[in-house]
């Protein structure tokens, strides 16, 4: 009888080990613009204050103003060194791309857009399509206020949840495989998907190449892969806070060959997807270990504010640059005048 109870609970181990979760890393459909309410220019779940880095000079309502999310448009294209032209930068981009109704996949959703010009002269090329900061592992949930200013709620505090499924996927073991879905334009350039894990070491999956017409889900599957449990090297790890595996969504690399024609290239992502084992059984545990010791903040939070401030000040240079620009809007309305 005992051993008929220990096999059974050997058996039931061996399947809960075996099953593998799959998470969203990141569905571009849930980054659609939607706040401010009367001029929707970010995406209110993943709104970032970086108000930090505006100096005295600046009134509280221009402070207030100083947000920016993972709103579809506010990702950036960055090229190879090689590849950066005036006019490739400026015709580099990234749009929401709405998908008409009717359509056979993604109706009525939007997705990102993503043109990217190379030049046309033969050689390797390369660009990342980027968030516009680097997305926090364990930030708290925020919600704006009537005044524009994002505070966590009291049973968000110590979850460290905000990203979790923006960019962030956590309780990650081992990676088996990785899903992408986009849309090609027969081009022959190759994608792939760039993730860091939490010791801050990237790992770049060569996706494939999108010379295909229409939506297709491009898979990595991870050939190191070990099934059988038996041929694992079994290891016991101490929990928080050290264990917190978790992959980040660094960026979407497109390759150019050289031989292979430049100019501009179009492409459209719904989403990345992962399969993987858990690190832990149970994520939800007795006791919430963050939001008694706060170890995990702690640890990122010297990294966050130096990333919040080098991205304060880019966007405040680029609001100030904003403003020297010439207005050909106010040129027109004064020749009216």
């Not at 009888?1 to 459909?29: G, H, N, P, T």
């Not at 990102?112 to 708290?140: H, K, S």
């Not at 031989?259 to 290239?265: H, I, L």
């Not at 992502?269 to 903040?297: F, H, M, S």
């Amino acid at each position: 009888m005992r051993r008929s109870v220990l096999f059974i609970l050997i058996v039931l181990l061996v399947a809960a080990f075996a099953v593998a979760e799959e998470a969203v890393l990141i569905d571009f459909a849930e980054l659609a613009s939607d706040y401010p309410a009367d001029d929707p220019v970010n995406n209110e779940r993943t709104l970032v204050d970086y108000s930090i880095a505006a100096g005295s000079s600046y009134t509280e309502e221009e402070k207030a103003d100083m947000k920016i999310s993972l709103a579809i448009e506010a990702w950036e294209v960055q090229l190879a060194s090689s590849s950066q032209r005036v006019n490739t930068i400026v015709n580099s981009m990234v749009k929401a791309a709405p998908i008409r109704e009717g359509a056979s996949r993604y109706e009525g959703q939007t997705v990102l857009g993503a043109r990217v010009t190379f030049p046309t002269d033969p050689f390797n090329g390369w660009a990342l399509i980027r968030p516009p900061f680097e997305i926090p592992a364990y930030a708290d949930v925020t919600e704006v206020q009537g005044d524009g200013s994002l505070v966590t709620p009291q049973d968000e505090v110590g979850r460290g949840a905000k990203f979790d499924n923006f960019g962030i996927v956590k309780n990650v073991g081992v990676l088996r495989s990785v899903t992408m879905s986009v849309h090609g334009l027969n081009f022959p350039h190759g994608i792939s998907v760039i993730l860091s894990d939490e010791n801050n070491r990237e790992h770049e999956i060569f996706m494939g190449y999108l010379n295909f017409d229409g939506w297709r889900d491009l898979e990595w599957r991870n050939p190191n892969y070990v099934g059988e449990v038996r041929n694992r090297e079994i290891r016991q790890y101490p929990l928080y806070p050290n264990l917190t595996p978790m992959r980040k969504l660094i960026g979407i690399r497109v390759y150019r060959d050289a031989s292979m024609q430049g100019g501009d290239f179009i492409t459209y992502i719904k989403g990345i997807n992962l399969t993987y084992d858990r690190a832990v059984l149970q994520l939800e545990r007795d006791i919430n270990d963050e939001a008694v010791w706060g170890i995990l903040q702690e640890r990122e939070k010297s990294r966050r504010d130096a990333e919040l401030r080098n991205l304060g000040n880019i966007q405040v240079l680029r609001y100030l640059e904003q403003r020297k620009m010439h207005d050909e809007n106010a040129d027109t309305a004064n020749t009216e005048g």
